[in-house]
């Protein structure tokens, strides 16, 4: 950097390659953030006047049962997909490593895929697996006689839950995957060899090596995990659009009908910082827990 | 699993068996839609799981002309080429700006972007629909280029500007010397040298542009505008005992996606991780 100094541009030379972007990069994000934040402290319903009520919309958003069910489901789609994927995307990283395994290219190849299909495509895919007559789903288990565990997958308000989590899992499950992939090369192999010399096997070496040296990638994961969980939206739209009744219904779609379906304009900004907050809440708290070492 | 069953030929093969099974599985569901959108209604309905038996192509016309599937496409790649082409020009500018001049706001601007790397985009659905109709932008065939370009500014700026880095500024100042205007210098000697990151930005800005969702379903409302993604949840509700069209549909929307991820798949996963593993 001392020597490009040298290097001599002229002011306007400099604010036509900065000011278009950071015009609309302003206009877009920013804006929007701030004024969102305006809306909130009013009760604007579309209409041409809006008063200033304070933080009214924010009590209300507190004692809004909706809002805190709403929170609940992200909340257990975050947990399972937690659980489900980071566990499956360990052990699979471990049989990565395996020297056992052919066809690594195939498997990484075709285990990534699904991340890069839209969401729409993969809510719709998942619709017609869990579909009651021609689904994939109830197709194997008449197959192989499993017709009492036939549900209607997405319109049981007990499960449907449940159900709409399953595709997220399958859908990113190569992201984790990968990363920890590329992290697990990164250990020197002789650690693993001295370590197989003290008469260390797979499940120790994955327990005492591969785990806390890796710690700061899964920290890194898993804060991505709850940052894109917590804003589900579009699968959840496509598959059931929060249904049946509100029984899947999540904070980013709640904030979407508070808004576009019953066009209170106030409240549903007040409920897009409500997640905003809540959200980041919990990727600092989760910051500060896993400072403690394993 | 013990090494020691690993290590046997049958255990091998079991083992290998399994996460073949495993990989199957996981591409099943996409395998499914797409030999299914190649079978008749009829035959779909009498079992949905068989292969067809003889390939028919009746569902994808019926798609892209009936269903109007052309319309989106045409809007979707309108959109996804205008993005690309405006994210690649102003970051490499910005880049530039930033790797190579040292100036008071300097770091402040570098840290206002990667901010927006942070910053859940899609929570901002419903103010920036509300921004959008007082500022007169609702629903205009360019209304999706300015959050598109927006939200994929951050992440090729970063990108980029740790790749100018790595080029000695000493280049520019022998350009200089030899009489090169700053322009000159950015498009012929700079913008070739950068050509395997932008290779990335160029394709990890093409899927998630294709592949957006809630801002086309927000911003615009003329059918014309609409993209891929929001054209299939219409084509939903109009076809939605008509399996094997709506599959035809989704197999059209995901080809360009498939062939770029096929050709590209280093890339794409690559520049889709690679952040998190130095934390």
Redesign the interface.
């Known amino acids: ?1 001392s ?5 001599k ?1 002229t002011r306007v ?2 604010l ?3 000011a ?3 015009a ?2 302003t ?3 920013i ?3 701030a ?2 934040f305006y ?1 909130s402290l009013t009760d604007w319903v579309g209409g041409p006047t809006k008063n200033y009520i304070g933080f009214r919309n924010y009590s209300l958003l507190v004692h809004d049962s909706l809002f805190w069910h709403s929170f609940k489901n992200n909340m257990i789609i975050l947990a399972l997909t937690l659980i489900i994927q980071m566990s499956l995307a360990f052990l ?1 990283t471990t ?1 990565f490593m ?1 020297k ?4 690594k290219e ?16 993969v809510g ?3 619709q ?2 869990y ?1 009651h ?4 789903l109830n ?2 288990l008449r197959s192989i006689g499993l017709e009492s565990a036939i549900r209607p997958w997405l319109d049981d308000p007990k499960i449907v839950i449940y159900s709409v989590t399953v595709p997220l899992i ?1 859908q990113y ?3 984790p995957l ?2 920890f992939v ?2 697990v090369h ?1 250990i020197p192999k002789d650690i693993y060899e001295s370590c197989e010399l003290d008469g260390c ?2 499940f120790k070496k994955a327990r005492y090596i591969t785990f806390p040296l890796i710690y ?2 899964i ?3 898993v804060m ?1 995990c709850i ?1 894109s969980n ?2 589900v ?2 699968h959840i ?2 598959m059931t659009g929060g249904g049946p009744g509100t029984s899947s219904m999540v904070m ?1 779609q709640y ?2 009908k508070t ?2 379906g019953s066009m209170q ?1 106030g409240y ?2 007040a409920v ?1 910082i409500g ?2 907050v809540i ?1 980041f809440g919990i990727v600092l708290i989760f910051k500060r827990l896993a400072e403690v070492r394993v | 699993m013990t090494v020691r069953m690993l290590l046997g030929k049958s255990g091998k093969l079991v083992f290998n068996a399994m996460m073949l099974a495993f990989s199957v599985a996981c591409v099943f569901p996409i395998a499914w839609i797409v030999y299914s959108s190649l079978k008749t209604k009829d035959e779909f309905m009498l079992n949905s799981v068989s292969l067809p038996h003889r390939l028919q192509f009746h569902n994808y016309y019926k798609a892209f002309v009936d269903g109007k599937m052309y319309q989106y496409f045409i809007s979707s790649a309108l959109n996804t080429v205008t993005t690309v082409v405006v994210v690649v020009f102003l970051s490499f500018c910005v880049a530039y700006a930033l790797s190579r001049f040292r100036f008071k706001w300097r770091n402040g601007i570098y840290s206002y972007f990667i901010v927006g790397m942070l910053i859940p985009v899609y929570g901002l659905i419903v103010p920036l629909y509300l921004q959008f109709k007082q500022f007169g932008l609702y629903d205009k065939f360019y209304t999706l280029f300015l959050p598109y370009i927006a939200i994929r500014l951050p992440l090729p700026i970063f990108l980029l500007e740790s790749f100018i880095r790595t080029v000695p500024a000493e280049l520019d100042e022998a350009a200089h010397m030899d009489g090169a205007s700053t322009s000159y210098l950015m498009t012929r000697i700079l913008l070739p040298i950068c050509k395997p990151a932008i290779a990335t930005i160029v394709i990890l800005t093409f899927l998630d542009t294709w592949n957006e969702f809630p801002f086309s379903l927000v911003l615009v409302s003329q059918e014309s505008l609409k993209t891929l993604p929001v054209g299939l949840t219409n084509f939903y509700g109009q076809f939605t005992s008509d399996y094997t069209t709506l599959m035809a549909a989704m197999v059209l929307s995901i080809l360009p996606v498939m062939a770029v991820y096929l050709a590209f798949y280093k890339n794409i996963i690559q520049g889709m991780t690679a952040g998190a593993v130095k934390g």
Do not use: C, E, N, Q
């Open positions: 950097m020597r490009s100094s040298s290097l541009i030379g400099l036509g390659l900065l278009p972007s950071v609309i990069y206009f877009v994000i804006v929007p953030l004024l969102s809306y699979l049989l395996s056992a395994l052919r066809l195939l498997h990484r190849t075709v285990i990534f895929f699904p991340v890069v299909l839209s969401a729409v495509v719709f895919v998942w017609m697996i579909s007559d021609y689904g994939i197709s194997i399958w499950l190569g992201i990968m990363i590329s992290a990164g096997t797979g700061d990638t920290k890194v994961v991505l940052s917590m804003l939206f579009s739209y496509v980013a904030a979407y808004s576009f304009l549903g900004s897009t997640m905003f959200s």
